[in-house]
């Protein structure tokens, strides 16, 4: 078997998995070429897609819908990443076994967005790790959030306070739209 790129490790698996790519906001377009942007991901397997996304309930923030048509944002691409052998009931299994890691009051654009859900299954389906470009906001801003923390630990340039009104982060943080079916339905609604 042939793989496309050296980085796809060669599987015997017989089903596609693809990492679907959307786009954020519309400056995306020229951030791309730049090496730059904020993007969400989705992980399309068996015809279904499933992605990660933030509501303020503890029940899981998994959801999935069509492929490449997830609401509130732009299809930019889709990537394959490999190959698995992983049932339609095995892949609901998985997302059941993530659903307690990823629920939706956990969703934290730095340290655990949509990104970093896709990059786990990818590699749980199929051994890859997502591109790089893909999560490379998150890594930035997280970069930032380290430096401020090095200099408010060296000095009082920037205010600890819990009481400010700006965020801690360098870039805003991005808002998360309706989603598509979650995995676990949320608790029904009181009376």
């Given at each position: ?11 015997h698996g017989s ?43 503890s029940t899981t ?37 993530l659903a307690q ?91």
């Amino acid at each position: 078997m042939l793989c496309r790129r050296s980085s796809i490790q060669c599987s015997h698996g017989s089903v596609p998995v693809y990492l679907n790519v959307y786009d954020l906001t519309c400056i995306n377009g020229y951030a791309y070429w730049l090496g730059l942007g904020a993007y969400h991901s989705g992980v399309q397997v068996h015809g279904v897609e499933y992605a990660f996304g933030g509501h303020e309930h503890s029940t899981t923030g998994i959801f999935e819908g069509e492929p490449k048509q997830c609401d509130g944002f732009t299809f930019r691409k889709s990537i394959l990443m490999g190959w698995t052998d992983v049932s339609p009931g095995g892949v609901r299994r998985l997302m059941e076994e993530l659903a307690q890691k990823y629920r939706g009051n956990t969703y934290n654009l730095i340290t655990k967005n949509c990104n970093h859900f896709s990059n786990d299954v990818c590699i749980k389906l199929t051994g890859n790790p997502i591109p790089s470009w893909i999560n490379r906001l998150a890594r930035l801003d997280q970069r930032c959030e380290e430096e401020k923390k090095k200099l408010r630990s060296s000095s009082n340039i920037f205010p600890t306070s819990s009481n400010s009104s700006s965020s801690s982060s360098c870039s805003p943080p991005l808002a998360t739209t309706r989603r598509s079916r979650s995995i676990n339905s949320l608790p029904p609604s009181s009376p």
